[in-house]
């Protein structure tokens, strides 16, 4: 029995120390799928973790992120290749998003560390809800402080104010309004109405309002700071000349000039667009738009017209019917000269002014809307307008005959020397604007993998 004894003894020293080395070998297996677990959810929770950090981003600032970028453009942070450190991670990452449409935003954040790799992706869908609410409009003209018609002024429908001082609306030589005035809470129409001596005055009811009349005006859109593209001016002998809105996203453009008896046709497609420029110097040419996507353009700087120019006519020549669609362009002035429309010119869109003053005179015509931050609006000499001049900062002045089919809301409004207002389009669509109606956009997370 004495060598199988030795037998069993050797075999269970054998079976030992195969059994600790396979228990070395698993301990060091684990230790190893620990680091490489570890590592990965690492790279895993730096990339979540930029992903936030993007979405954040856009969802404060929606206009001033650069991870929002423009309609059909990519961002790249630090670029399409490289990663950024993330010291208090320990890691690097990089971020991609994607503006589909302006409807879609598709983001790509990946985080390293050490070795691991993880990339994570989400889809933001845009949606710009309400936008700025509009106030109702119900009457013609409404002023904040006072009415003075004179000169056979007149106003073509209801009026109103918002005082309840004595002597606010005031009418000589004929003038008059053929609708009803409403006047401030309080007010007394015998004290508030200076009446004409002779026909004209209120046809209508006068009557006191239970509260007055709300008009705010939305935020002026922030001006981002870009990258400097080139200036573009027509071609002397290539008439008109193209211009391809696609090629300038996200580029500022010092300037686009269109020279004499030239015409631009900035190609749009069928996406929306945005159109960054300092100075905007049309002489006596004509910028039209191709295709039917939306525009907007920012003019920082200045606004020129010579005579005879138009804008979103879709025309070559001044002789050439305007048949532009309104509701394509929406206009973003920032500048401090004067906006002026004179000598035959023709604007066709919407124009929104952040604080200049604006004069409309000389035959030029405007289909759209104005909105205006200015202290002044001053309308003469043959002008016509189907619009609406949405002005409560404003004194507005109609002059020298100079009319308007649509309706104005001023600070204070006078009419003289034949002018008038008639009141039409009271239903029709203001733009859809950003403001204090709440109406930023707003993101939703549709996909998240």
């Known amino acids: 029995m004495g060598k199988y004894a030795i037998f069993i003894v050797s075999a ?243 300037e686009i000039s269109v020279n004499q008896n030239r015409s631009m046709n900035i190609h749009v497609g069928d996406q929306n667009r945005k159109i960054y420029v300092g100075n905007l110097d049309v002489k006596n040419g004509h910028i039209n738009f191709v295709g039917t996507g939306k525009v907007e353009l920012y003019v920082y700087n200045d606004i020129n017209f010579g005579a005879g120019s138009s804008l979103n006519c879709n025309a070559q020549w001044s002789a050439s019917p305007c048949n532009g669609e309104t509701s394509q362009l929406m206009t973003y002035y920032g500048g401090s000269n004067e906006f002026r429309l004179a000598g035959g010119q023709y604007f066709n869109g919407n124009l929104y002014i952040e604080s200049a003053d604006a004069k409309f005179t000389g035959g030029s015509k405007f289909k759209g809307n104005l909105i205006s931050g200015g202290d002044d609006l001053e309308v003469a000499g043959g002008f016509e307008g189907v619009s609406a001049f949405y002005a409560p900062n404003a004194y507005v002045q109609f002059k020298g005959g100079g009319n308007l089919r649509g309706f104005v809301v001023s600070d204070s409004y006078r009419s003289t020397g034949g002018t008038w207002v008639y009141e039409e389009n009271l239903d029709t669509d203001l733009p859809d604007l950003d403001g204090n109606g709440g109406g930023a956009p707003t993101f939703s997370v549709t996909y998240w993998n």
């Open 12 to 254: 269970l020293i054998f079976s030992m120390l195969t059994y600790s080395s396979a228990l070395r070998n698993a301990v060091f297996m684990s230790n190893t799928r620990t680091v490489q677990t570890h590592s990965e959810n690492q790279a895993y929770n730096i990339a979540q973790s930029a992903a936030m950090v993007a979405i954040n981003d856009i969802r404060s600032d929606p206009s001033g992120s650069p991870f929002n970028p423009d309609p059909d453009s990519t961002y790249s942070y630090p670029s399409s290749s490289d990663f950024e450190d993330w010291v208090e991670m320990h890691g690097e990452y990089n971020v991609t998003t994607t503006n589909q449409g302006d409807t879609l935003l598709t983001i790509r954040s990946t985080g390293r560390f050490e070795e691991s790799v993880y990339q994570v992706r989400i889809g933001l869908v845009k949606t710009t809800g309400g936008g700025f609410v509009w106030p109702p409009i119900d009457t013609a003209v409404h002023a904040e402080e006072d009415i003075t018609l004179s000169g056979s002024g007149t106003i073509q429908g209801n009026a109103s104010t918002n005082s309840a001082s004595p002597g606010a609306v005031s009418m000589n030589g004929g003038a008059g309004i053929t609708g009803n005035l409403a006047i401030g809470p309080g007010g007394n129409p015998d004290d508030i109405v200076n009446k004409p001596n002779w026909h004209g005055g209120v046809q209508g009811e006068v009557f006191a309002l239970d509260t007055p009349y709300e008009y705010e005006l939305p935020d002026f859109p922030d001006l981002p700071v870009l990258p400097t593209g080139s200036s573009f001016e027509t071609e002397k002998w290539n008439d008109p000349t193209d211009f391809y809105a696609n090629q300038y996203t996200g580029y500022y453009i010092p």
